[in-house]
């Protein structure tokens, strides 16, 4: 069974610097994909960004980047120069595919605080 | 398309009635997932489709709750003899290869 786990409850960054916050997963099958959704205090679950197990490169998108390190099995998502308005909740999700078992698994999440 | 649509965004039942959820997915997407959300949680796993069959179910769906997606296109998610313990978000997913999204979600208040 595939498991994610974000490590962070809460993480504070000033306005204009990056941050990482980290995910960690667990699965034997060798394809998989791994996700990022923000949540923020309005309730919808926005998609950020995916990065497949056999990609070679790091996926990014925008501000956007996910440090993958497979041998480590963690899957970090970087916000470079951070806004007020990326204050919000962020989900680890990943996703088996193979066969017919795409069921899409979500951390517990991490609630990020932008400081002016 | 506009995305995943999901119909009401609000709805507050008395105990012991009966609910049904609807979800319109991304249309060349052919999978679809149910979670359900309570407050300060992530995203619990319901059940999934792929096209019209229903492939995997969480042991959170109980008999109260069924799960149909006619002909692969909208899913209907029903909760019969709701319970307070039901009130949470209720939220729909359709996926593509590389990508997942999200409908704003069912909030449902059990009274």
């Known amino acids: 069974a595939q498991k994610i786990t974000q490590t962070q409850p809460g993480m504070f960054v000033q306005e204009k610097e990056a941050v990482t916050l980290d995910c960690t997963y667990d699965?034997?099958?060798?394809?998989?994909?791994l996700f990022w959704y923000k949540q923020p205090s309005s309730g919808e679950m926005i998609f950020l960004i995916y990065?497949?197990?056999?990609?070679?490169q790091n996926a990014t998108e925008g501000r956007y980047s996910l440090n993958f390190q497979k041998a480590r099995k963690s899957a970090n998502l970087v916000i470079s120069a951070s806004q007020l308005g990326d204050s919000a909740m962020y989900f680890c999700?990943?996703?088996?595919?193979?066969?017919?078992?795409?069921?899409?698994?979500f951390g517990k999440g991490t609630l990020l605080t932008v400081n002016p | 398309d506009t995305g995943v649509s999901q119909d009401p965004r609000h709805k507050i039942t008395k105990r012991g009635q009966n609910v049904t959820f609807r979800c319109d997915p991304i249309?060349?997407?052919?999978?679809l997932y149910w979670y359900r959300q309570t407050l300060g949680q992530g995203p619990e796993f319901l059940t999934y489709?792929?096209?019209?069959?229903?492939?995997?179910k969480s042991r959170l769906l109980s008999d109260r709750f069924s799960a149909e997606r006619p002909k692969g296109s909208f899913s209907t998610l029903e909760i019969q003899r709701t319970e307070q313990g039901d009130s949470a978000m209720y939220l729909c997913?359709?996926?593509?290869?590389?990508?997942?999204?999200f409908g704003q979600g069912t909030r449902l208040t059990v009274v």
């Open positions: 997913a359709s996926t593509g290869e590389s990508e997942a999204f």
């Open positions: 699965t034997s099958d060798p394809s998989y994909g």
């Open positions: 990065q497949g197990s056999y990609d070679q």
């Open positions: 999700a990943m996703r088996v595919e193979r066969g017919s078992n795409y069921k899409l698994t």
């Open positions: 249309s060349e997407h052919n999978r």
């Open positions: 489709f792929q096209n019209e069959a229903q492939l995997e």
